[in-house]
T-cell receptor
Framework: AQSVTQLGSHVSVSEGALVLLRCNYSSSVPPYLFWYVQYPNQGLQLLLKYTSAATLVKGINGFEAEFKKSETSFHLTKPSAHMSDAAEYFC???????????FGTGTRLKVLA | NAGVTQTPKFQVLKTGQSMTLQCAQDMNHNSMYWYRQDPGMGLRLIYYSASEGTTDKGEVPNGYNVSRLNKREFSLRLESAAPSQTSVYFCASQDSPTGANVLTFGAGSRLTVL
């Protein structure tokens, strides 16, 4: 069964610092991988997705993620944090032949001035 | 704006009361989902609907019923609310369930059961 692990339920970074949010998945077949962001009192919005076309995926708002099959990881990064990046971030995995998405437990990002 | 609309946004119930959460999408999507979000647990699937008239149980279906009467609307009903059903509920839709299609989420319905 597929699973997703997000290390760190809360991450704090200073404005301008590197953002690194970790996601590891468990799957026997390379799946589809997603990062969603949730701003306060809103639904989830897609940041980026991996579909096997390229291992480095660029998303919105300067975020990117790298798929590493050997490490079963799909970590999310942004070179320079902005106050507006404060939100909760969810990693999700999905198999090609299923409708089921498996979401991680989320990482709340706090950006310090 | 096109998207997923959920009503109500907030609701407080007493234990044993019933209510229905409404969800409608105007993107002509086939698949629709109901999730609940609880602190530290991420999103858990309650029910899924591949098309009008079809529904599948998800990870946490107990205590809930759903109805997909047409392509646009997918409602979630709590027949006898319990405090354990205090949560934020999200409806989502997508065009096709296979492949890497992206879920479009509603803004959520925050339910408190006293």
């Amino acid at each position: 069964a597929q699973s997703v692990t997000q290390l760190g339920s809360h991450v704090s970074v200073s404005e301008g610092a590197l953002v690194l949010l970790r996601c590891n998945y468990s799957s026997s077949v390379p799946p589809y991988l997603f990062w969603y962001v949730q701003y306060p009192n809103q639904g989830l919005q897609l940041l980026l997705k991996y579909t096997s076309a390229a291992t480095l995926v660029k998303g919105i708002n300067g975020f990117e993620a790298e798929f590493k099959k050997s490490e079963t990881s799909f970590h999310l990064t942004k070179p320079s944090a902005h106050m507006s990046d404060a939100a909760e971030y969810f990693c999700a995995v999905k198999g090609s032949g299923t409708y089921k998405y498996i979401f991680g437990t989320g990482t709340r990002l706090k950006v310090l001035a | 704006n096109a998207g997923v609309t959920q009503t109500p946004k907030f609701q407080v119930l007493k234990t044993g009361q019933s209510m229905t959460l409404q969800c409608a999408q105007d993107m002509n999507h086939n698949s629709m989902y109901w999730y609940r979000q609880d602190p530290g647990m991420g999103l858990r699937l309650i029910y899924y609907s591949a098309s009008e008239g079809t529904t599948d149980k998800g990870e946490v279906p107990n205590g809930y019923n759903v109805s997909r009467l047409n392509k646009r609307e997918f409602s979630l009903r709590l027949e006898s609310a319990a405090p354990s059903q205090t949560s934020v509920y999200f409806c989502a839709s997508q065009d096709s369930p296979t492949g890497a299609n992206v879920l479009t989420f509603g803004a959520g319905s925050r339910l408190t059961v006293l």
